[in-house]
Each structure stands twice: as structure tokens, then as C-alpha cells.
Antibody
């Protein structure tokens, strides 16, 4: 079955960077877009960006522009999200989520399968 | 940027119908997706494209969308439906996916 398995919890100091990985299985990785969404404690879900299905082009939310890098390794069916210049407000659970529809426009469609989440704690 | 407004909480007795609203400017022109998130768990897609259900989601979950309000309706509510519910749309003007603030459904 389709699964997204994320890397483990991280504790980082302010100013550091964190990289979260998301290993996909059970489907053709390059046929679907991959999104990254985060959720701070008690807060709403917040979209961070995507990689497209075909060529893996990233697009970033303006809220994270300049601090986030999203890419993928198609040979490993793995997506990555790196967030830099961490601050306490970045403490959150970070999710990868696969688009529901395959194809070059799949990033415009619903997210049907989510990873289990990776807790990132930023603390001095 | 586009804003989606949800009531913070909705309460309903078991067996009754719960309605969770999601307000946005001309939201009826957009495709709305709904997620269920139980405490400590991953979000689960329960309705997509306003009215469709992914496989495995009970028929008790349905959606509608018109004008400035989209609604998630849960019929014959069960204790297991207690969760936070989030609406989501793609906003082409800002090129962003946007989530509502979430609604906590309490089953009395």
C-alpha cells in the first residue's frame, strides 16, 4: 500500500538548520507531486511548498521563502525538506503529503496520503 | 492573502448531524478539501473537490460548497468522529495552498 515514512524527531538550536526526509513506497514516486506541511503546537496546518511530479521543480510558500529548500532523490523515492535559520517559532510537526492525482498538474490537487510527521524542536 | 474562516468548535450528540462551515470570499468558485485530525495523529482526507469521498471514508461524510461558504456534514455522528476538522483550498491569486483554522468537533 502507499506509504510515506519520515525521518525521526530532531532537536536543534536557534540559527541551525534541519533536514527532514520522506521515503515513499507503494506507488510511482515521480508521477505525483509531494507537499510539505507543518503544524505548530495548537496551530493550524501550514503549507510550506511542493515538488512537482514530472521534473521535481520546487515551489515555496512566501512565508518560508529564502529559508526552505525542498527537493527529491528519485533513485531513492525520497523527498527532502530543509529549513534554515531556525527559531523557536519553527517548533512544529512537519509532514510530507502526496498529491492525490498523478501528472504534471498534480500539485493543484488534494493531498491524500500523509507521512507520520516529524517533530522538530528548536530550543537553546 | 486568501483567508478561510472556521468556527473554533462544534458540539453534537451521538446520532445527530454535525455541520462544520468554512467561509471564504467566493469559496464556491474553488475546490474545497476537508481533513480530519485526531489528537496526536496525521491528517486524513475525508472529502475532496467539495463533495467526493476517498475510498474507505464512510458515506456519513459529505460536503457542499456555494457562495462564500463550504460545509462538511457528518451524519449519524459517532464518538469516533471526535476530532479537529480543517478545510483547504488552492488560492491561485497568491499561489498558495491555504488551510482554515480548524474546528474541534465534540461528541457530547
Amino acid at each position: 500500500q502507499v506509504q510515506l515514512l519520515q525521518s525521526g524527531a530532531e532537536v536543534k538550536k536557534p540559527g541551525a538548520s534541519v533536514r527532514v526526509s520522506c521515503w515513499a513506497s507503494g506507488y510511482t514516486f515521480t508521477n505525483y507531486a509531494m507537499h510539505w506541511v507543518r503544524q505548530a503546537p495548537g496551530q493550524r496546518l501550514e503549507w510550506m511548498g511542493w515538488t512537482t511530479a514530472d521534473n521535481g521543480n520546487p515551489k515555496y510558500s512566501q512565508n518560508f521563502q529564502g529559508r526552505v529548500t525542498i527537493n527529491r532523490d528519485t533513485s531513492a523515492s525520497t523527498a527532502y525538506m530543509e529549513l534554515s535559520s531556525l527559531r523557536s517559532e519553527d517548533t512544529a510537526v512537519y509532514y510530507c503529503a502526496k498529491s492525490m492525482i498523478q501528472g504534471v498538474r498534480s500539485h493543484f490537487y488534494a493531498m491524500d496520503v500523509w507521512g507520520q510527521g516529524t517533530t522538530v524542536t528548536v530550543s537553546s | 492573502s486568501y483567508v478561510l474562516t472556521q468556527p473554533p468548535s462544534v458540539s453534537v450528540a451521538p446520532g445527530q448531524t454535525a455541520r462544520v462551515s468554512c467561509g471564504g470570499n467566493s469559496i464556491g468558485t474553488k475546490s474545497v478539501h476537508w481533513f480530519q485530525q485526531k489528537p496526536g495523529q496525521t491528517p486524513v482526507l475525508v472529502v475532496y473537490d467539495d463533495i467526493d469521498r476517498p475510498s474507505g471514508i464512510p458515506e456519513r461524510f459529505s460536503g457542499s460548497n456555494s457562495g462564500n461558504t463550504a460545509t462538511l456534514t457528518i451524519s449519524r455522528v459517532e464518538a469516533g468522529d471526535e476530532a479537529d476538522y480543517y478545510c483547504q483550498v488552492w488560492d491561485s491569486s497568491s499561489d498558495h495552498w491555504v488551510f482554515g483554522g480548524g474546528t474541534k468537533l465534540t461528541v457530547l
